[in-house]
Each structure stands twice: as C-alpha cells, then as structure tokens.
C-alpha cells in the first residue's frame, strides 16, 4: 500500500511540474504572438511599435489585459490590443497541442471603437499573413467587418454576401 501511495505522489508531482510548464510556454506563447501584432500596428499607437513579450500583461483571473502594465489608451487602441490578445490566445493553440481550446475563433466586427479603416484592414492582413504561416493545421478562423480589405474581399476566405443600405441582413 505504501509503494503504490508513493507512486501516486510521484505521478503528482510529474503532472504538477508538466503543468506548470505548459502554462509558461502558453503564457509566452501568447505574449509573443501578442507583441507581434502590436509591433505590425500601424504608427496609431507609438509604444506598440517597440513592443516586446514581457510588455503584454495578462491576468486571466481577473479577465485583465494591458501593455506595459497601462490598461488606459484610446478606444481603437484599445481594441487593437484586445484583439490581438484574442487571437493570440487563439493563434497559441493551434501552435501547441496541448491547449485545451478549440481551434476555432469568432470575432464579430473587428473594428469595434472607432477603428480607422487603414488599420482594421492592416490588422485583417496581418491575420492572413500569420495564418498562411500555419501549414496543415486544422482551424477556423471567422471575422465579421464593416471594413475588409479590398485585396481579401470576394477571395475564397469570403464567404456571405456583402450587407449595406440596399442590401439588408434581415429581409422583412
């Protein structure tokens, strides 16, 4: 009985240590391709431009994020870094097999906040550049835009109809 006692702790103990490595390769995985995006930002924004992994501060317990431990910038700012957190987190799981996340993300309105156009439509582009960086892996990845860069629109990433003042959603 004693022999099988000590196994377990050591099993314990193994899976303890195993977790705890997992959690800071997620965690640097995320600050990395975090601080990646931030550094594609357009000029908006001028800390993100020299963004490293240390300067992305996340706490997920609190359901907290910021930059260089600043959780106060402009709204499109804002959002810029809130999404690039997301799909960082989501961009981490394909990376590493161990995630317990689906590979699956949908982000609807990527431009929420004011936005500018030039850099909701740098940020879709920087999506597609680190997606093609992802050869055979399995992922769904969907954005909804007001915005979409016209390089990308009717490619077969696209998929619906365009919805503008003539062309409603609902059909009543």
């Keep these: 009985y004693t022999n099988e006692l000590s196994n377990i702790l050591v099993e314990i103990d193994k899976l303890s240590v195993a977790k705890e490595r ?3 390769i997620a ?3 995320i600050q990395t391709f975090t601080a990646y995006m931030l550094k594609h930002d357009l000029s ?3 800390e993100f431009l020299n963004a490293n992994p240390n300067d992305i501060n996340i706490n997920f317990k609190a359901n907290c994020m910021g930059f260089q431990g ?3 910038y402009s709204a499109s700012s804002n959002t810029y870094l809130k999404n690039a957190i997301r799909f960082a987190i989501f961009f981490s799981s394909i990376k590493n097999d161990f995630f317990r996340y689906p590979r699956f993300i949908m982000c609807d309105n990527i431009e929420d906040k004011g936005m500018e156009q030039e850099r909701s439509q740098n940020f879709q582009q920087l999506l597609v550049d680190i997606c093609n960086t992802m050869e055979d892996e399995d992922y769904q990845m969907i954005i909804s ?3 979409i860069k016209p390089e990308l629109n009717n490619t077969q990433m696209c998929v619906g109809n365009d919805y503008t003042e003539g062309n409603k959603a609902l059909k009543l």
């Design 44 to 46: 908006r924004q001028t």
């Design 22 to 24: 997992h959690k800071s």
């Design 70 to 72: 600043s959780f106060n």
């Design 27 to 29: 965690y640097n995985s």
């Design 145 to 147: 835009t007001s915005m």
